[in-house]
């Protein structure tokens, strides 16, 4: 019954920058764990970003000092900036989140491109 939707992907050049939102649908967003994944082809499913229902912030070594994740619980949204994108950054993302113990929610990804 929880849906996660994904936007902000698309083509960018090797330095730019993208935003990627997921909203959810959710009357309990605010208790739950979020987190962004990201899957490239050829590569395992990897753990980009992750945000508590507290506000504490995680991030995998490829991407510390790049990217951000926030959250807005009033409008139920997590979101990703992404700066200085490089070619290797390219993958499907996906948002997925829940409540802590319990299997999560996914969404159904969106593409990012980093290419020149």
């Known amino acids: 019954q929880v849906q996660l939707v994904e936007s902000g992907g698309g083509l960018v050049q090797p330095g730019g920058s993208l935003r990627l939102s997921c909203a959810v649908r959710?009357?309990?967003?605010?208790?739950?764990?979020m987190g962004w994944y990201r899957q490239a082809p050829g590569l395992q499913r990897e753990l980009v970003a992750s945000i508590t229902k507290g506000g504490s912030e995680t991030y995998a070594d490829s991407v510390k000092g790049r990217f951000t994740i926030s959250r807005d619980n009033a409008k139920r949204t997590v979101s990703l900036q992404m700066n200085s994108l490089k070619p290797e950054d390219t993958a499907v993302y996906y948002c997925?989140?829940?409540?802590?113990?319990?299997?999560?929610?996914w969404g159904q990804g969106t593409q990012v491109t980093v290419s020149s």
């Open positions: 997925s989140g829940g409540l802590s113990g319990v299997r999560p929610f």
């Open positions: 959710s009357v309990i967003f605010q208790v739950y764990d």
